[in-house]
């Protein structure tokens, strides 16, 4: 989960390197640091925190060399600190790595009985030191790198450069993606095509178990045979966008306000707006001819799955299996060889959802996959893939990918629905219809916005929340729960309100806000009820209800927040908006790191 790059250039490459570390800083922002070679002297700046930390650092200390590495790290192996910021060094080998080596503490012993000290607590030393090692004992850089490799178990990408060797990166790819750049006489390494995008768009990934040996005059691939192998140069796409901050004080911020655009981009590519219809895709496999469909993802993800499974199984009768992807990828589930699989991901690298969709494919099971990034590594391993057109999501706290998956979720099971002939026409046109009016709903939506501001006021002060909803709702209370906790660090827990008095309800009191996601729809009294219990305890009630749910829901003290009347089918995606909202304005009146929450990273390539 951290980011990786590298440059062999014709230019100064440290100001490059924080450049593209920038554009890679939501994979991890505990440290960053750089090295590059000069004279042939390996040289390093390293600092903890953010990268602005190291870019004053330069600024303090630069450093010169036409060849480097740099690094942002989400920490692993050892606390977020100087000492084990990357890149590391062994004598004239420098690293840098995203991932994991599960078998270091075994390397490190080893190495540490043959007289090898550990500056560092982490487990991307043992491979600097094992790549420098091999050189000791006569081996060139390329095998030096290779004999290491072979010895490394765990998921990983590297790169790795040679005080020797002004010419040479050596790369390599077990789990986390990494891609080769191609410039005029200029390579690239790094850990995706965003990364490289200010450098060039022409691309070549590396397979899982390739090495690349990059110099100035171009890359050759190897696998881990030490056999020459040919991967394809693409010409990567989406990379040019934007990524600034507009007139927002947050991305997050910005990204919430995208939805209606963004909401509307996406269902074009599903709905035909002017024929009120479903458009032809290209499909990796046939609704009608599934009796399954499992669907695995993780955190907000893993959330819009679960709204999913409840449109597939009530319009499409398709019953659908919804994992969590690290349960997923153990639980060795039976699959049916009339079944297909559905991976939901907005940076396409999730490792866990990555080992499920590997775990379905090679048990010939069809893939499909609802994903950001066109050209991530969930994206190339599935048969088919129904891109999310949410451009780029910067915010660590997943917002418009969330609601534009909930979208492509709502036509496919539309489209289900059509092909296993389990809605009538007009039914069918009618769930058209009300997805189609999600954006204009959703500008609505963040009208709300000054409400919710005096909402978070309040919850900023508090040290629990409890979150409600039924059907579709519960899965976005849990949404709602998660979304608070991960930027305002405030303790909070979704449930399925019928499930309140089998133990939460134990802990309502005076001080505890439940906030209810009620529109009012065919149960909406159950959840009335559900509401009635919190009240006669004391609990402090927050409502988000339609003009309709407020009038039928006059309990004392509750406090509303009121939405557009909406079609039932949509509601989730509608509401998902001020549950974001809240969760926001919370966190700004707390004063948390909105965009970049401790302990986070926006691109989880690890277990
Ligand atoms: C929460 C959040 C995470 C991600 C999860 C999966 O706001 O963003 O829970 O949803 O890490 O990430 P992707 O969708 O990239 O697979």
């Known amino acids: ?186 390579m690239f390494v790094g850990s995706d095509a965003i990364a490289l995008a200010p450098f060039t768009d022409a691309i070549t990934y590396l397979e899982d178990g390739d090495w690349v040996v990059v110099r100035r005059s171009g890359a050759e691939i190897f696998d881990m045979t030490g056999a020459r192998v040919e991967r394809k140069r693409q010409q990567s796409i989406g990379t040019s966008l934007l990524v600034d901050k507009g007139n927002h004080r947050h991305f997050m911020e910005k990204e919430i306000h995208e939805q209606p655009e963004v909401i509307s981009h996406t269902l074009a590519h599903y709905l ?57 990828r153990y639980r060795e589930m039976p699959l049916s060889p009339m079944s297909a699989a559905l991976f939901v991901s907005q940076s396409g690298e999730t490792a866990d959802t990555l080992a499920s969709l590997r775990y379905c494919k090679s048990a010939g099971v069809p893939i499909g996959s609802i994903v950001n990034v066109r050209d991530s590594t969930i994206a190339r391993e599935s048969d088919g893939i129904f891109p999310t057109l949410a451009g780029p999501e910067i915010g660590v706290a997943s917002t418009k990918a969330f609601t534009c998956q909930l979208s492509i979720f709502a036509a496919l099971a539309v489209r289900a629905a059509i092909e296993r002939k389990t809605v009538s026409a007009e ?26 501001e005096e909402i978070a006021r309040e919850l900023a002060q508090v040290h629990h929340v409890l979150y409600l909803g039924r059907d579709t709702n519960y899965p976005l209370a849990m949404e709602g729960a998660l979304k608070l906790k991960e930027i305002s660090y405030i303790h909070a827990e979704g449930y399925a309100a019928g499930e309140l008095k089998h133990g939460p309800i134990a802990l309502i009191d005076k001080q505890m806000p439940v906030i209810v996601i009620a529109p009012h729809d065919r149960i909406f009294d159950k959840t009335v009820s559900n509401m009635q219990e919190v009240a006669a305890r004391g609990g402090r009630i927050i409502l988000i209800t339609d003009s309709e749910g407020a009038a039928r829901a006059s309990l004392d003290g509750i406090q509303t927040i009121i939405m557009p009347t909406v079609p039932e089918f949509i509601a989730p995606i509608i509401y998902a908006i001020p549950v974001q909202m809240l969760a926001y304005h919370t966190a700004v009146v707390m004063g948390t790191d909105v965009d970049q929450p401790r302990n986070l990273a926006k691109s989880v390539t690890v277990e």
């Open 427 to 452: 039914e069918s046109a009618r769930l058209v219809r009300a997805l189609s009016e999600a954006p204009r709903f959703a500008s609505l939506a963040l009208k709300v916005e000054e409400r919710i």
């Open 272 to 328: 035909d707006f002017a024929q009120g219809g479903i458009r032809e895709l290209e499909m990796p496999f046939d609704f009608a001819a599934i009796d399954r469909l499992s669907v695995s993802a993780c955190g907000t993800a893993y959330l819009a799955g679960l709204i999913g499974k409840y449109w597939f199984e009530r319009y499409a009768r398709l019953p659908v299996d919804i994992d969590i992807a690290s349960e997923f």
């Open 1 to 186: 989960m951290c980011g990786i790059v590298g440059i062999v250039g014709h230019s100064p490459v440290a100001p490059l390197i924080v450049d593209a570390l920038k554009r890679l800083e939501y994979r991890g922002y505990d440290s960053a640091g750089v090295a590059t070679i000069a004279d042939g002297v390996l040289g390093r700046r390293r600092a903890e925190g953010k990268l602005v930390n190291l870019e004053r650092r330069l600024d303090r200390e630069p450093l010169d060399g036409l060849i480097g590495i740099g690094h942002t790290r989400w920490a692993t192996h050892g606390v977020p600190n100087e000492t084990n910021a990357h890149p590391h060094f062994s004598d004239n080998v420098a690293i840098v790595h995203n991932g994991i080596i599960e078998n270091f503490s075994e390397l490190r012993d080893e190495l540490k009985a043959d007289g090898y000290a550990f500056a560092s607590q982490t487990d991307t030393e043992v491979v600097a030191h094992l790549i420098a090692r091999e050189m000791k004992h006569g081996a060139k850089p390329e095998e030096a790198a290779f004999a290491a490799l072979k010895r490394l178990q765990g998921a990983f990408a590297l790169a790795i450069m040679f005080s020797g060797d002004e010419d040479l990166i050596v790369g390599a790819r077990s789990g986390p993606p990494l891609a080769v750049g191609h410039g005029e006489g200029e």
